[in-house]
């Protein structure tokens, strides 16, 4: 599966984005999805992730609340809405595919990871 990741920019602190996830293929839904961030001299982390069916959501507890993973699969789309965003919130937004059964908040338990989207928050 091909990811392509876009929606980021540049905002405000306080401000909101909502990023996408375009993914090619027609078993969309057999993957469970997955978003993380590397900021600049920083390791990657997971923000959030997201099944199959989208019933089940996983956060940071950090970000719970600030920011909302959906899915559409009709459209092969999953998204991230980030609200009240802040400075530390400056990174390389990814999204990433994965078929294992494995934690959603384990980054080698994904297949395929998308093209990065830069996000910047100035305050």
């Known amino acids: 599966v091909q990811l392509q990741a876009s929606g980021g920019g540049l905002v405000q602190a306080g401000g909101s984005l909502r990023l996408s996830c375009a993914a090619s293929g027609r078993t969309f839904r057999n993957y469970g999805m997955g978003w993380f961030r590397q900021a600049p001299g920083k390791e990657r982390e997971f923000v959030a992730g997201i099944s199959g069916s989208g019933d089940n959501t996983y956060y940071v507890a950090t970000m719970k609340g600030r920011f909302t993973i959906s899915r559409d699969n009709a459209r092969n789309t999953v998204y991230l809405q980030m609200n009240n965003l802040k400075p530390e919130d400056t990174a390389v937004y990814y999204c990433?595919?994965?078929?294992?059964?494995?934690?959603?908040?384990?980054?080698?338990?994904?297949?395929?990871r998308g093209q990065g989207t830069l996000v910047t928050v100035s305050s």
């Open positions: 990433a595919a994965k078929t294992t059964s494995g934690s959603y908040y384990a980054p080698n338990e994904y297949n395929y």
